[in-house]
């Protein structure tokens, strides 16, 4: 059942109202002159609005803060944080506004907030803007996460707002109006913990319980199961983002959802030639959230999260301990059992293969992908091709395709079922080097190229004749990719 898209939007202030210690109301900057740059109109419909009051001056107004609909109660929202290990007690929004709660048309509660909206009490040093280029990479990235599957944040509009901002040049500032199942991370939690207000912390792990995880209400042992959910659902979420080669760049716990989406594309990037200790961002230097580390820095956080809810586990403090070590203790086998599922679909092997042979066909596969330095995506995509009997695409991928060779002939005999292969390997993907030729083109006034990537990883498991140039590898000369935070 599904409600008409609704002329204007309506939003519920349930955070605020429930977390009010968490939630500094706060109001955008103003901003004159809005200019639409993108909207995402199924996910507008999707949300019950029409995109056509969205591209109205009052739409506009709304997506950069300026306009706030009745009921709405715009706030900064409170988080503590470990930022590359180091413990930041209050960091917070400090350029962005938690809009208020929409019910999406199946029903589903979801966050609209807003990025770049100005400076808040949080803003330390920060001048509170966002610039158009990495609005618009966010948004291109999180739509293509989403579009593989993966669980993400989306992005509804990204409006240009005619500011100057200031970084290494001057920039054209930009507002992103995110939607995610809900803004609550780990450093939320770390918020409320260091905060020693037991009932706050009560009451927030009751919020994400509502919100993300209703069976937990009903387990013997509520906050224990909340633990567990969330343990879970970063253990599957890691496994994929492993699947498909992306290195989020900054898995800071406040840069970690307690709802299992991906969130907070600063520094991300895909890997295109496979390398295990991939590190993209310009900042991590000794390398903590490179592509391998993932699982172990997500392991991390969820530790720290646990230690945020040691005084709900149990009164007797070291029981509490006790318990969330055993909880956390399931990370690694859930984490390995999502991602070895994962990578046997990737070379077309259903669960009834005898696990030890597909591991060892995996195992072997990886070994060789990271001596060649082969294509990550070029590679899986192509290997359907080679179970169907026409393996040179792939072989050509390696330098020296002895290896792979050899490993074909131990492959083939298991069947390898190419449909399966061919919904869970992605054709196209955010690759670095096609993100960056949109946003330079958007930069001069060119939308259109962003267009079409976005055409192309919106659907990137359906091969296109005329995409072939967002299937392809970097060219030979794009080099090293660095990404920068701070954006
Ligand atoms: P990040 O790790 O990029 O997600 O951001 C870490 C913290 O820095 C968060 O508290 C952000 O709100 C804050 N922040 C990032 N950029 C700015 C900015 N330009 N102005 C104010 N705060 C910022
Ligand atoms: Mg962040």
Avoid at 283 to 293: L, M
Avoid at 366 to 394: K, M, N, W
């Amino acid at each position: 059942m599904s409600a008409p898209a609704q002329s204007t939007v309506e939003l519920d202030g349930r955070f605020a109202r429930e977390l009010a210690e968490l939630a500094v109301p706060w109001r955008a900057q103003e901003v004159p002159d809005p200019r639409l740059l993108i909207l995402n109109e199924p996910l507008a419909i999707e949300l019950g609005i029409d995109p056509a009051v969205l591209r109205s001056p009052d739409g506009l107004h709304l997506l950069t803060g300026n306009l706030i609909p009745a009921g709405a109660t715009p706030v900064a929202q409170a988080y503590a944080g470990h930022q590359f290990g180091w413990y930041a007690p209050r960091l917070g929004d400090g350029r962005a506004l938690l809009l208020g709660e929409m019910t999406d048309r199946s029903g589903r509660l979801r966050d609209l907030h807003l990025k770049g909206a100005g400076p808040t009490p949080f803003a330390r040093n920060g001048d509170g803007q966002a610039a158009v280029g990495p609005m618009l990479r966010e948004y291109v990235v999180s739509e293509a996460m989403n579009a593989l599957g993966i669980p993400s944040t989306r992005s509804l509009a990204v409006v240009a707002t005619g500011l100057p901002v200031y970084r290494e040049t001057q920039l054209q500032g930009a507002v992103l109006a995110r939607v995610a199942s809900s803004h609550l991370r780990v450093g939320s939690f770390q918020y409320a913990r260091t905060r020693g207000d037991d009932g706050l912390l009560r009451r927030l792990a009751d919020h994400a319980i509502a919100r993300h995880y209703q069976a937990a209400a009903d387990a013997e042992h509520p906050y224990l199961a909340l633990l567990h959910e969330v343990t879970a659902a970063q253990a599957s979420l890691v496994a994929q983002w492993m699947l498909v080669g992306f290195v989020h760049g900054v898995m800071n716990t406040d840069n970690m959802s307690i709802s299992g989406e991906s969130i907070d594309y600063g520094p991300c990037a895909v890997m295109d030639a496979f390398n295990s200790a991939s590190v993209y961002s310009s900042i991590d230097e000794g390398g903590r959230y490179a592509y391998a580390n993932q699982p172990l820095a997500a392991e991390w956080n969820l530790a720290r999260f646990a230690e945020s809810l040691l005084p709900l586990l149990d009164e007797d403090q070291e029981e509490a301990a006790a318990l969330a070590s055993e909880a956390l203790g399931a990370f690694r086998s859930e984490y390995s059992a999502a991602w070895s599922a994962g990578a046997r679909a990737k070379i077309g092997l259903h669960g009834d293969v005898d696990p030890t042979a597909a591991s060892r066909l995996v195992n072997d596969l990886y070994a060789l992908l990271q001596e060649g330095h082969v294509d990550h995506t070029s590679f899986f995509r192509s290997l359907g091709a080679a179970a169907r009997g026409h393996a040179e695409a792939a072989r050509r991928l390696f330098p020296k395709p002895e290896g792979f060779d050899d490993w074909l002939g131990r492959w083939r005999p298991f069947g390898p079922d190419t449909g399966l292969m061919d919904r869970v390997n992605p054709v196209y993907m955010a690759r670095n080097h096609l993100v960056e030729e949109v946003l330079a083109a958007a930069e001069e006034g060119d939308l259109d190229p962003l267009s079409s990537l976005l055409n192309a990883v919106t659907r990137p498991y359906d091969e296109r004749p005329g995409l072939e140039r967002y299937a392809a590898p970097p060219p030979e000369d794009f080099g090293t990719y660095r990404t920068f935070c701070g954006t």
